[in-house]
């Protein structure tokens, strides 16, 4: 069999030394189901099925939606302790800020002359984002975070990247740039390809997709009592049987997916055997499923909280290794360009 043939799951397994994973997250709050199951959990799977693994806090990203940057500090160390209570190995995973790494932002510059403006205008997750942000006019960066997404994919190489769905028109504007300026340069990036999580959509306890910035997330990091709380909360519907529709019944559906995930079993399943005890029921059971699951990842998260220093060494390393890696990438552009003078 080619290479052509495999799944790109068969090719990842055949030759994981051939993959490097670039992917992130926005330091806007706490991370939550819908990341762990959407991409965190692929991070540490590869990461221990030996991929190299590179991880961007897209702390400039913030700005997108938003006019200032509140309590960067803390958030950024709360991601970290995240990702490790996730699973993610501090030791082998590079895990860096973008605004910290100033050649992976240079690339911005030439990439932006690869893509055109409507282009920038059609992005459907854009779009959906300018409809949720809290500003009331939308700014440059929110049309052109994507190409900076290039650039925080391309500097490294990166050529598998976990996300969830919302993140699936990103990647093609960085497909997009790695194969024009190839072409228009010669071949300097790979054309990288995504891989979707087991729930590249997880709904949040209102029904809309589960967001940091909407409110209606479990973060992995909530007490049981707080996941309790936000459970008992969520929004229902009038009919009492609980069935698994995601079309037709979005809010229910959201959280019989959370428990099928949580229990590893078949939603369809999980609705049945509910049925007709109900919403009270079915967020019971809710309950219980996600307050396991996340037990053994919270009681992590308390062990390396307690670690001296860990966060903050992790950041200097994963600093230090992506602007190394930045730097000669920066270079190869610019001798591409023929601006290495
Ligand atoms: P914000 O509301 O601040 O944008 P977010 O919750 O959307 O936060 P991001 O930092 O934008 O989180 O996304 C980080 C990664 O997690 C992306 O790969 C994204 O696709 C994935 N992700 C986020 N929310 C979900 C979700 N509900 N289901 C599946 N994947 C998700
Ligand atoms: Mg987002």
Same mark, same amino acid.
């Given at each position: 069999?080619?290479?052509?043939?495999?799944?790109?799951?068969?090719?990842?397994?055949?030759?994981?030394?051939?993959?490097?994973?670039?992917?992130?997250?926005?330091?806007?709050?706490?991370?939550?189901?819908?990341?762990?199951?959407?991409?965190?959990?692929?991070?540490?799977?590869?990461?221990?099925?030996?991929?190299?693994?590179?991880?961007?806090?897209?702390?400039?990203?913030?700005? %997108?939606?938003?006019?200032?940057?509140?309590?960067?500090?803390?958030?950024?160390?709360?991601?970290?302790?995240?990702?490790?209570?996730?699973?993610?190995?501090?030791?082998?995973?590079?895990?860096?800020?973008?605004?910290?790494?100033?050649?992976?932002?240079?690339?911005?510059?030439?990439?932006?002359?690869?893509?055109?403006?409507?282009?920038?205008?059609?992005?459907? %997750?854009?779009?959906?984002?300018?409809?949720?942000?809290?500003?009331?006019?939308?700014?440059?960066?929110?049309?052109?975070?994507?190409?900076?997404?290039?650039?925080?994919?391309?500097?490294?190489?990166?050529?598998?990247?976990?996300?969830?769905?919302?993140?699936?028109?990103?990647?093609?504007?960085?497909?997009?740039?790695?194969?024009?300026?190839?072409?228009?340069?010669?071949?300097?990036?790979?054309?990288?390809?995504?891989?979707?999580?087991?729930?590249?959509?997880?709904?949040?306890?209102?029904?809309?997709?589960?967001?940091?910035?909407?409110?209606?997330?479990?973060?992995?990091?909530?007490?049981?009592?707080?996941?309790?709380?936000?459970?008992?909360?969520?929004?229902?519907?009038?009919?009492?049987?609980?069935?698994?529709?995601?079309?037709?019944?979005?809010?229910?559906?959201?959280?019989?997916?959370?428990?099928?995930?949580?229990?590893?079993?078949?939603?369809?399943?999980?609705?049945?055997?509910?049925?007709?005890?109900?919403?009270?029921?079915?967020?019971?059971?809710?309950?219980?499923?996600?307050?396991?699951?996340?037990?053994?990842?919270?009681?992590?998260?308390?062990?390396?909280?307690?670690?001296?220093?860990?966060?903050?060494?992790?950041?200097?390393?994963?600093?230090?290794?992506?602007?190394?890696?930045?730097?000669? %990438?920066?270079?190869?552009?610019?001798?591409?360009?023929?601006?290495?003078?």
């Amino acid at each position: 069999m080619t290479t052509q043939t495999l799944s790109l799951e068969d090719r990842i397994a055949a030759r994981p030394g051939d993959f490097r994973v670039l992917t992130g997250d926005r330091p806007t709050g706490p991370l939550h189901l819908g990341h762990y199951f959407g991409t965190l959990r692929n991070r540490a799977r590869l990461q221990h099925s030996g991929v190299d693994l590179v991880v961007v806090v897209a702390d400039y990203q913030v700005l %997108t939606d938003r006019d200032v940057a509140e309590r960067l500090v803390p958030t950024v160390e709360g991601l970290i302790l995240d990702y490790l209570a996730a699973g993610l190995d501090p030791d082998r995973a590079t895990i860096f800020t973008h605004s910290a790494v100033p050649a992976l932002n240079q690339l911005v510059l030439p990439f932006l002359s690869l893509v055109s403006v409507p282009e920038l205008q059609r992005n459907p %997750t854009v779009k959906d984002e300018i409809a949720h942000s809290r500003q009331s006019s939308v700014s440059g960066l929110m049309f052109t975070y994507p190409v900076h997404q290039a650039a925080d994919i391309l500097f490294c190489k990166g050529n598998l990247v976990p996300v969830g769905q919302d993140q699936l028109p990103h990647v093609e504007v960085t497909r997009t740039v790695a194969r024009r300026f190839n072409e228009r340069y010669g071949p300097v990036f790979p054309v990288p390809e995504a891989l979707l999580g087991a729930a590249p959509l997880l709904l949040g306890t209102d029904g809309t997709k589960m967001s940091k910035s909407r409110g209606n997330a479990i973060a992995l990091s909530a007490t049981a009592d707080e996941t309790a709380r936000l459970i008992r909360g969520a929004r229902t519907d009038a009919d009492r049987h609980i069935t698994f529709d995601p079309q037709t019944r979005p809010e229910v559906s959201g959280l019989v997916q959370l428990a099928a995930l949580c229990l590893d079993e078949d939603p369809h399943q999980v609705a049945a055997t509910i049925g007709a005890a109900g919403a009270a029921a079915l967020k019971r059971t809710v309950t219980e499923a996600v307050n396991e699951f996340l037990a053994p990842m919270r009681a992590r998260r308390a062990a390396y909280a307690q670690e001296p220093g860990l966060v903050r060494d992790v950041q200097r390393a994963g600093n230090a290794r992506a602007n190394a890696v930045a730097d000669q %990438t920066l270079l190869e552009v610019r001798e591409a360009m023929g601006t290495r003078y």
